[in-house]
Nanobody, 116 residues
């Protein structure tokens, strides 16, 4: 089992920045990759960014490329999402995902609201 806890969400004006964190606990040694997804009201959950276990490989949705940066600190079992130049359309609940040999796990989500 893996437990994930997101933090760092909040209310920010357009053009501002936020840094999300995802702390993992449990059987985290068997991770393949981690990622961030988001879900806006009335919309399906969508992919935002992903990072490999080593951190050497990252992938981003086109909508956030150049604005968001995903990273991880395996010593702290924590993944981050630095979000810059935020737009109102980035408003959503952001979810952390962990993928490993024991399955796929999700955090409870953290709300990000960007005002215009």
């Amino acid at each position: 089992q893996v437990q994930l806890v997101e933090s760092g969400g909040g209310l920010v004006q357009a053009g501002g920045s936020l840094r999300l964190s995802c702390a993992a606990s449990g059987r985290t040694f068997s991770s393949y990759a981690m990622g961030w997804f988001r879900q806006a009201p009335g919309k399906e959950r969508e992919f935002v960014a992903a990072i490999s276990w080593s951190g050497g490989s990252t992938n981003y949705a086109d909508s956030v490329k150049g604005r968001f940066t995903i990273s991880r600190d395996n010593a702290k079992n924590t993944m981050y999402l630095q979000m810059n130049s935020l737009k109102p359309e980035d408003t959503a609940v952001y979810y952390c995902q962990w993928v490993g040999s024991s399955g796929t796990y999700w955090g409870q989500g953290t709300q990000v609201t960007v005002s215009s």
